[in-house]
């Protein structure tokens, strides 16, 4: 599984505009079941919904050319510390099961009709949805900083840190800021993310990458 993910990291890019086919019933069946999973892990309350309207914005259709988006996450969750982050973590590992399975995605923190989403999750914090499907493209590559530019290591960088720098400056972040830096000593790292609306989410889908790409079991948090 580990290694599909990884794949994955390096295939999944925004779509935008999606074919609006509905999910097969295979392909709901597990998207369902992985969100069950994230959602008692992490007492999160994220809901995979298909609706007859479109959640895209105005501003999502016209200026990002949105289409075709019927079926979603809607990530969200009891407001508490550092929910943000967890969403963003738990979203990540959505958006990288989806697209092991065939599926892309669009992660829409703005653009999208947040009244008529909150009518599906009511009392809880929404952070973003995230459109799921299939797109009409694969996406580009993002234009990315350097690892230099991102991170730093006390002595000679070991292969599992510059992994996981590899694989966080994968992970996509809110108007593409790539706002974080990484720093190691050891087996410690540390992660710290500009503070902006969007830092929260954007740390834990960085964590989620970085993880993923240097192995959990070669480094701690700090
Ligand atoms: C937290 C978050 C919020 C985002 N919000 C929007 C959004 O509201 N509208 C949009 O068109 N794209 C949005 N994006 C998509 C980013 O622009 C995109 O991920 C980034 O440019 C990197 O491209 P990539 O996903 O292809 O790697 C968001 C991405 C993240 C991670």
Redo the contacts with the bound molecule.
């Keep these: 599984m580990t290694e599909q993910m990884k794949k994955a990291m390096t295939e999944?890019?925004?779509v935008?505009k999606f074919d609006g086919t509905p999910l097969s019933d295979s392909e709901k069946i597990i998207l369902k079941s992985r969100v069950d999973e994230l959602n008692n892990k992490f007492s999160l309350s994220i809901a995979l919904i298909e609706s007859e309207k479109t959640p895209v914005s105005l501003l999502?259709k016209t200026l990002?050319g949105?289409t075709g988006v019927y079926s979603y996450f809607v990530l969200a969750a009891d407001n508490r510390e550092k929910v943000d982050e967890m969403l963003?973590y738990a979203g990540s590992d959505l958006c990288l099961y989806a697209q092991m399975n065939g599926l892309n995605t669009?992660?829409?923190?703005?653009?999208?009709s947040r009244k008529y989403v909150e009518g599906f999750v009511s009392g809880k914090k929404i952070v973003?949805i995230i459109a799921v499907g299939h797109g009409k493209t694969q996406?580009?590559?993002?234009k990315s900083k350097r690892m230099d530019q991102v991170s730093s290591y006390a002595g000679e960088a070991p292969e599992w840190f510059k992994n996981g720098v590899e694989a966080a400056l994968?992970?996509?972040?809110?108007?593409?800021q790539q706002a974080f830096t990484i720093t190691g000593e050891g087996n410690k790292v540390c992660l710290t993310y500009k503070s902006g609306p969007?830092s929260g989410?954007?740390k834990g889908?960085v964590k989620h990458h970085f993880e993923l790409g240097a192995g959990r079991e070669n480094f701690e948090w700090v």
Excluded: K, Y
């Excluded at 669009?106 to 999208?112: K, N, R, S, V």
């Design positions: 999944r890019h925004t935008r999502g990002m949105g963003g669009w992660w829409m923190a703005g653009t999208f973003s996406g580009v590559p993002h994968l992970a996509p972040t809110a108007i593409n969007m989410i954007d889908i």
